[in-house]
């Protein structure tokens, strides 16, 4: 029997921090209406030269040194994103090629908030199955490229960054939830609620990027109810409870969202790993980015119970439970 076992993790964030402040002069909003609705201080906004596959390759290469490897032990890359560098090639094989891997195989996941809940599974699967030994996944977002600068409603939540985790497929005597590595995941998705949250643009349907559109209080709405349904569906599955977790990484979008969905499922706010103040909604690479911080600050120990969750646009949805 293999487990998917985290390694080490990674993140890298464009150079330029961008406070709420900074955002009066550009849309008719404040620092205190952005703050009492999302929780959101400041926001990182990628600059010349920094694209969705820059950050991604910064990201890899420091989840690389905390894994103590180098990018000849990967041999598969797994990037969600939702802002690729171009329409093809994928930016997967973009960031394969910077890291000089002449081996192994990469591709794109695109389930926009939830493409690194997506990206995971998918990497679990495949070194399960022993098509691949090392899993390099990363999430990586520029939405700032795909605002509307003039709609205050939305480009004062999103963010860009990206973040990494390296997995290896390991023997395991046990199949149960005290094993390091990926326990359980849940997936799920319904198209009817595609426009509540899209990009108003395409190569097939309108030959442009488009920007992002949201109903806000309708994604608001939908999101308690499909995470905390996501969730028990993955504890269940682990034959676990809410309370056994020891950390709950959950997607960076809102944090009324999150203080709600912690609640619903009964986990205690001190266990919530929080950074969309400092992050804002970075989409896919939201709960990377969480993740790397609660690592490097010590709080994630060997032998924790992680529960990741996110939605997204489309909808989709999931949760992975880990034990680091």
Partial sequence: MLRSVVLGTGSMLPARAVPNAELEGVVETSDEWIRQRTGIEQRYIAGEGETTVSLAEGAARNALAAANLTP????????????????????????????????????????????????????????????????????????????????????????????AIVLEARPSETDDASAPGIIATKLRSDGAHQKKLYVDGGPSSTRSVGVLKMEGREVFKHAVGMITDVVEAVLDDAGMSAESVDWFVPHQANKRIIDASAKKLGIAPEKVVITVDSHGNTSAASIPLALDCAVRDGRIQSGDAVLLEAMGGGFTWGAVLLRW
């Fill in 72 to 163: 000849d032990d990967i041999d598969l890359i797994i990037l969600a994103t939702a802002t690729p560098n171009n329409t093809f090639p994928a930016s997967a094989v973009q960031v394969q090629d910077r890291l000089g891997i002449r081996h192994g195989f990469a591709f794109d996941v695109q389930a926009v908030c939830s493409g690194f809940v997506y990206a995971l599974t998918t990497a679990d699967l495949y070194l399960k199955s022993g098509q691949a030994k090392r899993a390099l996944v990363i999430g990586a977002e520029t939405f700032s490229r795909i605002l509307d600068w003039t709609d205050r409603s939305t480009c004062v939540l999103f963010g860009d960054g990206a973040a």
